[in-house]
């Protein structure tokens, strides 16, 4: 994720990849690799890399961010902006660990920001100054869209949109599985099925049309889409989508309450 953000970052022009400290403690390939591929600084010291920064970016595995804070509590001032994009991490978790009055926001994107594509949700902590919402969203900006919402609301835009690119992976392999398996050669399907999904994002991000009444544009009655959304219906489509969405929210929320007793195991 964090290499996807700063990707993101350096493609739109909004920041230079020299001014992105990124660390790694254990793998010297991998710091090589983050250098050669976008000209950032990869470095082993967290130290170097926090005392440098005016914003710095958490994204480690929830289970790792108790031991992430503890390694840099000594350093971070309350002057440097913390932005978290930790799934189901309270932001009163991180002051409470950090002390003092640590602005933290908590930022919620997606791996489409490696193109510039997510949709990201930005939730600020309880020290945050309305300038600081402004810096941050100036900076996720740079890799999607942003919105802000309240914290409380950060585990279903986790379900829909953190997640959310999988689900539609998942409709890509389904489409291009059911296009390979009526005889067409894989790298067509797959060109079929990404380009639907493509076009029809498109189509609902251009179009004055809701969703709704573009489905109902492609669905000619007793046709072919008809009969196609019948089996979707059938076997659970929507329903199944939404399902997702709530699942993937209950374990953002299960991830929240582990943070209210320790220890953290996932
Ligand atoms: N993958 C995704 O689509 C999204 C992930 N997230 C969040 O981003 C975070 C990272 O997820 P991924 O990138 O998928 O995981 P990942 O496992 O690929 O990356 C986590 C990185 O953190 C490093 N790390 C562990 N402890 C550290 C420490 N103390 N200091 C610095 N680095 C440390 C690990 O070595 C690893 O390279 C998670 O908390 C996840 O909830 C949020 C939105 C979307
Ligand atoms: O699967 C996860 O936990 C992370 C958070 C949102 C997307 N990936």
Redesign the pocket.
Known sequence: ????MAAGMIESGTIEPERIIM?????EQ?RQELMENHGVLATQS?EFAVREADVVIL????K??E??LE?IEDFITNEQLLLS?????PSSFIEEKLEGEQPVIRV????SSMIGKSISALAAGEHVSDEQVTIARALIRSIGETVVIEEEQMDVF?GVA??G?AYIYHVIESLEKAAVEGGIETETARKMAVQTVLGAGMMAEQSEDSPSALRKKVTSPNGTTQAGLEALYENGGGEAIEAAVENAATRSKEISNQFNKKPVTQ
């Open positions: 994720m964090a290499e996807a660390t790694n403690r254990s793998n991998r967290i994204a480690m595995k929830p790792d961010v031991r992430a390694g994009v930790l799934a189901g991490v919620m994107p997606n791996t986790t953190g997640s690119p």
